[in-house]
């Protein structure tokens, strides 16, 4: 059914003012977020925090099946994190890397994913290899192919979509291809996680991690892995606390069962929550019909800005979501933020030092980056196209 945009946008406290363009940075909650979010607050202000915790037990268990839906996945393969970023790390340094294991990746990769990768390159001797684009700018299923063909790798690592573009990598193709050679894949689909359909079984991943507060419109400091049950006995946490691991006796200790392993003790009960309701949001909406209309507005943004004098659309890929990169002739693009927000539209930028092998080596200093989603319009559109336009030109 085709989602009610009036309906979803009533729900949105944070869509009364503005134009909200930056759902790929932190996309307002719905109410529903919101009620979960500032309800358990209360009641831990009014009862106190573990007790209130303690009342609510049931419904936390609840956001991982709610993940699990999403995912296709179990409820002992999901681990609640803060981040994106902790989630993908927790699964990147838990795998057993060593002097000269090859990990693959790609021009796509997130910047704290890339500064990682570096990092395990000092400090464990990994090898890491970057593919060479396909002719579009995504990743080449059949190029990493040939690469495995080539010699092995420990590990491939894909961004599914990037922060700096709009393109949607062909994820489950690349994980045919691992599956198909035995290696192991971990995707990061923070940027897609809410914005479309993520199975885990038709991407093939071994790992994925993702954030709540982007499309998902969770809650910021909220994040979720996925660690395929078959891989987690080869995977040693980096750390562990009460959350994860039981100290059996004073010199002894066991690793919690399932993906709970990579867990904190300490989390926010009401960030969780939250996250658990936007999950349901989402679904309740349906991540096909949401995929189907974020498309359609982000073509359409970059349809209108490419016919104007002077504005360059930036994005790459074949396959396209609801993130349109573009530059301003004569305006800088924090300048061309500044200006937009002077109107009420909240757009974003993306620096070269957030995506090196993107936007550094196509030479791209920063872009503007604007960010659809299921509640923005044409009407919205319309106006920040004519926003554009009349951008003083140099
Ligand atoms: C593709 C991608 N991966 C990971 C992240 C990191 O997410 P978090 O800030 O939740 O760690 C981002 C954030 O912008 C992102 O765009």
Redesign the pocket.
């Known amino acids: 059914m085709a989602i009610d945009v009036e309906l979803v946008r009533a729900d949105t406290p944070g869509l009364l003012r503005g134009i909200h363009l930056n759902h ?2 932190a996309s307002p909650s719905p109410g529903p977020v919101l009620d979960t979010v500032i309800g358990h607050l209360r009641r831990e202000a009014e009862v106190g925090g573990y007790e209130a915790a303690a009342e609510r037990a049931e419904d936390l268990r609840g956001v991982y099946r709610s993940v699990g839906r999403m995912l296709g996945c179990s409820t002992e393969e999901v681990a609640l994190t803060e ?4 989630a ?1 790390e927790l699964a990147f340094w838990s795998l057993p890397l060593g002097p000269g294991d090859v990990v693959l990746t790609t021009s796509s990769e ?1 910047v ?2 890339a500064l990682s990768l570096l990092l395990a390159r000092e400090r464990r001797g990994v090898v890491v290899e970057v593919l060479p684009d396909g002719p579009d700018g995504a990743v080449d299923p059949a190029e990493l192919a040939r690469r495995l063909e080539r010699g092995p790798a420990a590990l491939v690592a894909l ?5 700096s573009g709009g393109l949607v990598n062909p994820a489950a193709e690349v994980g045919a291809v691992c599956r198909a050679a035995g290696v192991t894949y971990l995707l ?1 689909a ?2 897609a996680a809410g914005q479309m359909d993520l199975d885990v079984t038709a991407l093939g991943c071994d790992l994925l ?1 993702a ?1 709540g ?2 499309f998902l419109r969770a809650p910021r400091g909220t ?1 979720f892995l996925y660690v395929r049950s078959g891989i987690l006995e080869q995977l040693r946490p980096p750390f562990i606390d009460a959350g994860s691991a039981v100290w059996t006796g004073p010199e002894t200790y066991e690793v919690l069962p399932g993906a709970t392993r990579f867990e904190a003790w300490e989390r926010s009960w009401a960030n969780q929550l939250g996250l658990g309701a936007a999950v349901e949001y989402a679904l309740a909406l349906g991540l096909d019909e949401i995929a189907v209309r974020v498309t359609a507005l982000g073509a359409g943004l970059r349809e209108r800005l490419r016919e104007l004098p002077g504005v360059t659309v930036h994005d790459r890929g074949t396959q396209r979501c609801g993130i349109v990169t573009f530059t301003v002739d004569g305006h800088g693009p924090g300048d061309v933020v500044q200006r937009l927000a002077g109107a009420g539209v909240r757009v974003w930028t993306v620096p070269a030092v957030a995506a090196q092998l993107d936007l550094g080596r196509r030479g791209l200093p920063e872009v503007v980056r604007a960010s659809v989603h299921y509640t923005s319009t044409e009407e919205e559109l319309d106006l920040v196209t004519n926003l554009v336009a009349e951008l003083p030109r140099a």
């Open positions: 790929a940075g981040s994106a970023t902790r993908w997130y704290s994913n961004t599914h979509v990037p922060t990061d923070c940027q991690s954030t507060r982007k994040g």
